[in-house]
């Protein structure tokens, strides 16, 4: 221990980001390359779309070409974002994402979803007080609520099976009614209802009457929700021919914003992030929209230390410009992102290994436990170590995302071509085979 830090200080020395983060960055080291590096690895552990980025690439090397860096970039500007970029963002939102009008003032921006995530649930709940996140949830959650907020995750168990949700989420009341005695019996406080949708890493996607219902229910009993729309424009077409059997019954993706505006309640809170739709995570751009005219001012006042920088927001305020550009850009990722969906999905039905379907993210959601002889957190760890260190596949362990069946793995099928991800999956599929024989 080091005594020069704080307690808090000393503690986060010892608390990982991520278990996966180590393996991560190996494998990159030894990234997959058809010639110069064929039996290289395949990192298909972080959320990353780089499927797009040679479009947006482009027209943000012509966008700095044709305009001259406005002065105000060089200076401090309002901390939850410039006044002209909220404006763009609220038109952006209305037209693509949200459907429904947007009060840019209800807006607030910080350095991505992690910032927002962060902020939030300092501004909403006391150290101790409870989130809950429908399981498997996305890990980091945990880190961002509980690092610098002291709030607790409770990972609410809704199924056992991935079966149970081939046909989307199965979140209801009756689950939220039986977590909210649970946490009171411990003697805390369920403070926060976080929903992601599509959700990550299931892709699942919840319909409108379902977020109806938990915003009536989170209101009457003085909860807030917030519903994570960050992979809101990834959403993988159901209506492929190749695909259409999964979907017997396709969600249409409805934005929550739409429930907010409807219910006007200072307790439904709506976050986006630049990051996965726009392919663009190191540009770090993430959105908190809430109707809480005090939530917004405190995050006016906090947020300093997590602003986005003004050059960032200069250009996302040039491409938000041109709707056509958006609009082109939001199809053909969206057709991008269902080719290589699709080609992950086709090995996993041709070996019968059981995946959720996704409606949407970057993910899939996939089956493993068939290899594990007891469910059991260190035979899947072993598993995870086996298939990298047998293939070069590094998926996301399901340790972290809360459920109870061990075995289970998050496949992120964004961060390769579609000839380089067909490589990868002829050795995932060997690796069934083999592990079947043997
Ligand atoms: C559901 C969810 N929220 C937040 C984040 C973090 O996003 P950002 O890079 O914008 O901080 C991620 C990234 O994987 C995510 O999947």
């Not at 590096?37 to 966008?63: C, D, R, V, Y």
């Not at 609520?145 to 168990?157: M, P, T």
């Not at 436990?369 to 293939?391: A, I, M, P, R, V």
Request: with cysteine; aromatic share 12%.
């Amino acid at each position: 221990m080091n005594n020069s830090l704080s307690q808090r200080g000393q503690t986060a020395s010892q608390s990982a980001l991520r278990i996966d983060f180590e393996a991560y960055f190996e494998a990159v080291k030894n990234l997959y390359h058809e010639t110069e590096n064929p039996e290289g690895s395949f990192p298909l552990n972080i959320a990353e779309n780089k499927l797009s980025w040679p479009i947006l690439k482009t027209h943000m090397m012509q966008l700095a070409n044709q305009h001259a860096i406005p002065n105000w970039v060089a200076n401090y500007t309002n901390s939850t974002g410039s006044i002209t970029f909220r404006d763009k963002v609220a038109s952006f939102y209305s037209k693509f994402l949200t459907g429904c009008k947007i009060n840019p003032e209800h807006l607030a921006l910080s350095a991505g979803s992690t910032s927002v995530i962060d902020l939030t649930s300092w501004i909403l709940g006391e150290p101790g007080d409870v989130a809950v996140f429908p399981a498997p949830c996305y890990p980091v959650y945990k880190q961002d609520i509980q690092n610098k907020s002291g709030l607790e995750r409770y990972d609410l168990i809704t199924h056992h099976h991935i079966k149970d949700i081939e046909n989307g989420p199965l979140l209801s009341v009756d689950h939220l009614n039986k977590a909210l005695k649970d946490i009171e019996n411990k003697g805390k406080r369920f403070r926060i209802l976080v929903i992601t949708n599509p959700d990550n890493p299931t892709g699942g996607m919840y319909p409108q009457s379902k977020l109806n219902e938990f915003a009536d229910w989170c209101i009457s009993h003085n909860i807030h929700m917030i519903v994570n729309e960050i992979y809101g424009l990834s959403l993988i077409n159901t209506q492929h021919p190749e695909l259409k059997d999964d979907y017997p019954a396709p969600v249409t993706f409805y934005s929550f914003a739409n429930i907010m505006q409807k219910k006007q309640s200072e307790y439904l809170h709506h976050w986006y992030a630049l990051s996965k739709d726009f392919g663009a995570s190191g540009f770090r751009v993430g959105m908190v929209y809430s109707l809480n005219k005090t939530f917004i001012e405190a995050y006016h006042n906090l947020n300093g230390p997590s602003m986005v920088s003004n050059y960032t927001q200069w250009m996302f305020e040039l491409v938000f410009s041109d709707e056509d550009f958006v609009e082109k850009y939001i199809k053909t990722n969206q057709q991008l992102l269902t080719e290589n969906y699709l080609i992950v999905v086709r090995l996993l039905r041709r070996l019968k290994v059981p995946y959720a379907p996704a409606q949407g993210s970057l993910f899939v959601w996939l089956d493993l436990s068939e290899f594990l002889k007891e469910n059991t957190q260190t035979l899947e760890t072993k598993l995870w170590n086996d298939l990298y260190n047998q293939t070069g596949i590094l998926l996301t362990p399901g340790n972290g995302f809360g459920h109870t069946q061990h075995g289970q793995f998050r496949l992120v099928h964004s961060c390769f071509s579609q000839k380089e991800l067909e490589v990868a999956m002829d050795r995932l599929a060997q690796f069934i085979k083999n592990k079947r024989k043997s």
